[in-house]
């Protein structure tokens, strides 16, 4: 794949992200829409379901390296995981434990657990968990690219953290609530999810990039993505007890250096940057040059 004209990852579909991403014709997918693999649960709810349950997924080649790649689309019920969709995901795992590609890639753009489907997905989403997990464990990266507007939330928002490496572009959003669930668990005193600056500062790519939830952040560009993704084939991190002991005291060292702080701004601002009100302004390159300043957590790339 050659440079040319700037394409936005967060306007393409699942698949037109597939075939910009990947090198040119690679990829082939296993159970596309010709199969007519869907949902059992939305047509007796008299929903519309999609031939694909809204998940493409298969084998690809990225810089010359074969690799399995899943692509939620967002424009199908906001990218939601069901009990086929989900199914797809961990079955792409387990190949990926049999036929040991360079890594796997998810193209993540999902609200969380389908709710027409809400026990369904729960376990579909746990079982990806274990999947993913299972894949790192055999020594083959995981990699998670988060740039679709719909952003990555719920469900997927823990399994892309799951990962060994993560990408996400300025406009990417990644929580675990999204900004409407949390107004309605809590009242929107809580949290206004009408205040689209309160949203991206908290949410957004930005954030999480500063924070080291993200290992790279890009602009919203294909080959932006493209060249990270292939920057990140080998970002294999080892999954032991210690790497999770070494996480959790740095997600408690942050818990407690943001004690009695409300906002991202004033939490940028206590981490040493002295323009954080400007943050959301800058390009991912700016942000980018903010974060040598910052303390990497450890274990981050």
């Known amino acids: 794949m050659t440079s040319g004209p700037r394409i936005s990852f967060a306007e393409c ?3 037109e992200r597939i075939q910009r991403l990947f090198d040119a014709g690679s990829f082939h997918e296993w159970l596309p829409p010709a199969a007519r693999v869907m949902s059992p649960h939305l047509a007796q709810l008299g929903v519309p379901a999609a031939f694909d349950d809204g998940v493409a997924v298969g084998r690809a ?3 010359g390296r074969g690799v399995f790649v899943a692509a939620q689309e967002g424009a199908f019920m906001g990218g939601g995981v069901g009990e086929v969709h989900g199914a797809k995901l961990v079955g792409l795992f387990k190949r ?17 657990v389908r709710l027409h489907e809400a026990n369904a997905g729960l376990i579909a989403v746990s079982e990806v968990m274990r999947a993913l997990l299972d894949t790192r464990a055999a020594g083959i990266p995981v990699v998670v690219l988060i740039g679709g507007s719909n952003g990555c939330f719920g469900g997927m928002g823990i399994v892309a953290r799951c990962a060994d490496h ?5 406009i990417g959003r990644l929580a675990m609530s999204g900004p409407e669930v949390i107004e309605a668990s809590h009242g929107v005193e809580e949290f206004d999810s009408r205040d689209r600056a309160l949203v991206w500062r908290t949410t957004g790519g930005k954030h999480r990039y500063l924070e080291g939830d993200a290992d790279q952040l890009v602009a919203d560009d294909v080959q ?13 991190r080892p999954l032991t007890l210690a790497a999770l002991q070494a996480e959790h005291a740095m997600l408690a060292q942050r818990l407690h250096a943001a004690e009695g702080i409300d906002d991202a701004v004033a939490l940028w601002h206590q981490q040493g940057i002295a323009n954080a009100a400007q943050v959301l302004d800058m390009d991912a390159a700016g942000v980018r040059a903010l974060r040598p300043a910052l303390a990497e957590p450890e274990g981050a790339a």
């Open 96 to 112: 990926a434990l049999r036929d040991r590609p360079a890594a796997v890639l998810l193209l993540a753009e999902s609200g969380g």
């Open 224 to 236: 932006a993505f493209r060249t990270a993704a292939v920057a990140a084939l080998s970002a294999h």
């Open 166 to 170: 993560l990408i996400i572009s300025d």
């Open 61 to 63: 080649r990225l810089d």
């Open 13 to 15: 579909s699942a698949r």
